[in-house]
C-alpha cells in the first residue's frame, strides 16, 4: 500500500582512508602565502658541492679566529687597536663569501666568454703597481696598489684570470695538444708577461705560485709529459737566475742550506729561528688559543706568512694536524669535483685552482718548518690578506660552479628525468650551460 509520500534521497556514505580527514565538500578559498622555493634553489647542488663549500667556509671561520688572535698585539701597537686587523679581515670575508656565491651560480660558459676581459683588466691592476703615488712596497716588494685608502695585491686578481683564461685557451685546442707550438702560443708569451711583471716587483714567491699554476693547467689539460719536462727545465733555470741575481736572496739559500749562525741570528734568521721556537713551545696540546708569546713583536708577520706557527703555538701539535687535515678534505673535494666532470674546460680549471691553493698552503707549511727558503706567500684561507682571501674564494666559486654542473650532468646519465619533457629539459639546460 503506497502511503503517496516520494522517497526520500538515498544517503550517500563516503568511504576514507584511516587517519586521512575526509575531503572537502566545497573549495574554500586559501590565504595568499609567499612560498620560497628552497628546495628547487638548492635541487642541482651534490655532495662535492657542499663538501667544498663546508670545508672552505670552516677554513675561512677557523682563520678568522686566528688572525684575531695572531695580530691583536701588532695591531694594537701600529695604532689600529687590539680589533684592526681582525675586522678588516672580516670585511673581506663578507665580501669574499657573498662572491663566492654569486660565482657558483654561473654557468661555464659565463667563465668562458669573460676570460680575456678578466686578464686584460688583472694586466692593468698589475701595472699600476709601477705608477708613482698608487704603487706600494712592503718588505722589499713592489706588489700592492691603493686606491682611496683601500689596499690592494692585483696579482692574487691575476691568479685566478690567469687560470680560466689558460684553460679556455687549451680547452679549444684540445685536440691538437700533441703539437709543441700549440702548448707553447699564446700560453707562453702571456703567462711569461704576467710573472714578468710579478718579478719586476721583487716578489719572487707570487712569481714561483703562478709557475707552479701554470704547469699544472697544463698537466690537467693532458699535455704531453715531455713537454711539461722541457718547461719544467727552463723555469728551474729560470728560479736560479733569479735567485742568484740579488745578495738577499743569496744570503736567504745560504742560511736555508747551510743553517744559522750566531751572525745570522738578528738578520736573516730572526724569522724562522722564532718561528721554530714557538712550534716548540706548542707541545702536543698548545699554551692555549691567544696565550702565544711570539706573536707579541718576536715573529715577524705571524698574522701572516707565519700564522701556522702561531697555530702550533696556540693549539700545539693536535691544531696543526686539524689544519692539514682541513686542506686534504679541500684537496679532496677539489678532486672529487675533477674526477666528476666531462668538461674540458672545466677540469683544467679545477686543477689550476686545486694547485694554486693545495699548492701554495703546501709552500707556506714548508717555509714556517724550514724546509723551503722563506718565500713570503700566505697560508690560503688562513692568513691575513683581503686580496688573498677574496681571490681564493672567487676562485673556489669558480669549481662551485662546475661542481653544480657535473650533477646536472649525472642526472642526464642516470636518467633522473623520466618524462620526455623533462629530459628534453634538462638536455636543453646542459646544452646551454656548456655554451
Known amino acids: 500500500m503506497t502511503t503517496g509520500r516520494l522517497p526520500s534521497s538515498p544517503r550517500v556514505t563516503v568511504s576514507r582512508r584511516p587517519g586521512r580527514p575526509a575531503a572537502p565538500t566545497a573549495a574554500a578559498p586559501r590565504p595568499a602565502v609567499a612560498v620560497i622555493p628552497v628546495r628547487r634553489i638548492f635541487a642541482i647542488e651534490?655532495?662535492?658541492?657542499?663538501?667544498?663549500?663546508?670545508?672552505?667556509?670552516?677554513?675561512?671561520?677557523?682563520?678568522?679566529?686566528?688572525?684575531?688572535?695572531?695580530?691583536s698585539i701588532e695591531s694594537s701597537v701600529d695604532g689600529e687597536?687590539?680589533?684592526?686587523?681582525?675586522?678588516?679581515?672580516?670585511?673581506?670575508?663578507?665580501?669574499?663569501?657573498?662572491?663566492?656565491?654569486v660565482a657558483s651560480r654561473m654557468p661555464p660558459r659565463f667563465w668562458k666568454r669573460w676570460a680575456w676581459p678578466a686578464l686584460l683588466v688583472g694586466g692593468a691592476l698589475q701595472l699600476i703597481v709601477f705608477i708613482p703615488?698608487?704603487?706600494?712596497?712592503?718588505?722589499?716588494?713592489?706588489?700592492?696598489?691603493?686606491?682611496?685608502?683601500?689596499?690592494?695585491?692585483?696579482?692574487?686578481?691575476?691568479?685566478?684570470?690567469?687560470?680560466v683564461w689558460i684553460a679556455w685557451v687549451l680547452s679549444t685546442k684540445e685536440e691538437l695538444l700533441g703539437d709543441w707550438r700549440h702548448v707553447a702560443l699564446p700560453i707562453a708569451p702571456v703567462a711569461g708577461v704576467a710573472i714578468l711583471?710579478?718579478?719586476?716587483?721583487?716578489?719572487?714567491?707570487?712569481?714561483?705560485?703562478?709557475?707552479?699554476i701554470v704547469l699544472g693547467c697544463l698537466y690537467f689539460a693532458g699535455v704531453?709529459?715531455?713537454?711539461?719536462?722541457v718547461a719544467l727545465a727552463g723555469v728551474s733555470l729560470l728560479v736560479i737566475i733569479m735567485a742568484l741575481a740579488t745578495p738577499s736572496r743569496t744570503e736567504r739559500i745560504s742560511v736555508w742550506l747551510n743553517g744559522c749562525t750566531a751572525a745570522d741570528y738578528s738578520n736573516l734568521c730572526w724569522q724562522v729561528q722564532h718561528a721554530s721556537w714557538a712550534l716548540a713551545a706548542g707541545g702536543l696540546f698548545g699554551s692555549g688559543l691567544g696565550n702565544s708569546k711570539a706573536k707579541w713583536n718576536w715573529l715577524p708577520e705571524a698574522d701572516n706568512d707565519f700564522i701556522f706557527a702561531i697555530i702550533g703555538e696556540e693549539l700545539g701539535l693536535i691544531g696543526a694536524i686539524v689544519?692539514?687535515?682541513?686542506?686534504?678534505?679541500?684537496?679532496?673535494?677539489?678532486?672529487?669535483?675533477?674526477?666528476?666532470?666531462?668538461?674540458?674546460?672545466?677540469?683544467?680549471?679545477?686543477?689550476?685552482?686545486?694547485?694554486?691553493?693545495?699548492?701554495?698552503?703546501?709552500?707556506?707549511?714548508?717555509?714556517v718548518l724550514g724546509l723551503l727558503p722563506v718565500l713570503g706567500v700566505p697560508?690560503?684561507?688562513?692568513?691575513?690578506?683581503?686580496?688573498a682571501l677574496i681571490a681564493i674564494l672567487l676562485g673556489i666559486g669558480v669549481v662551485l660552479s662546475f661542481a653544480r654542473q657535473t650533477d646536472r650532468e649525472s642526472a642526464l646519465d642516470q636518467g633522473v628525468a623520466q618524462t620526455p619533457a623533462q629530459r628534453s629539459r634538462l638536455l636543453a639546460s646542459n646544452r646551454a650551460a656548456r655554451r
Open 224 to 229: 704531453r709529459l715531455k713537454f711539461l719536462a
Open 81 to 101: 687597536g687590539f680589533f684592526g686587523r681582525f675586522i678588516r679581515q672580516g670585511f673581506s670575508a663578507i665580501l669574499g663569501i657573498p662572491l663566492m656565491l
Open 197 to 212: 711583471f710579478v718579478l719586476i716587483g721583487k716578489d719572487l714567491g707570487t712569481a714561483s705560485i703562478i709557475v707552479m
Open 133 to 163: 703615488g698608487l704603487g706600494l712596497e712592503h718588505g722589499g716588494n713592489q706588489n700592492w696598489i691603493s686606491i682611496g685608502g683601500f689596499n690592494m695585491q692585483p696579482s692574487e686578481f691575476v691568479k685566478i684570470a690567469l687560470i
Open 323 to 367: 689544519v692539514l687535515v682541513l686542506f686534504i678534505v679541500l684537496a679532496i673535494a677539489f678532486v672529487r669535483v675533477l674526477r666528476a666532470t666531462r668538461d674540458s674546460f672545466a677540469r683544467i680549471t679545477t686543477g689550476g685552482v686545486m694547485v694554486w691553493v693545495i699548492g701554495q698552503a703546501l709552500v707556506n707549511i714548508a717555509v
Open 46 to 71: 651534490n655532495r662535492n658541492y657542499f663538501l667544498l663549500l663546508g670545508t672552505t667556509l670552516f677554513l675561512v671561520a677557523f682563520g678568522l679566529v686566528m688572525v684575531l688572535s695572531s695580530s
Open 379 to 387: 697560508l690560503p684561507l688562513i692568513s691575513a690578506g683581503g686580496s
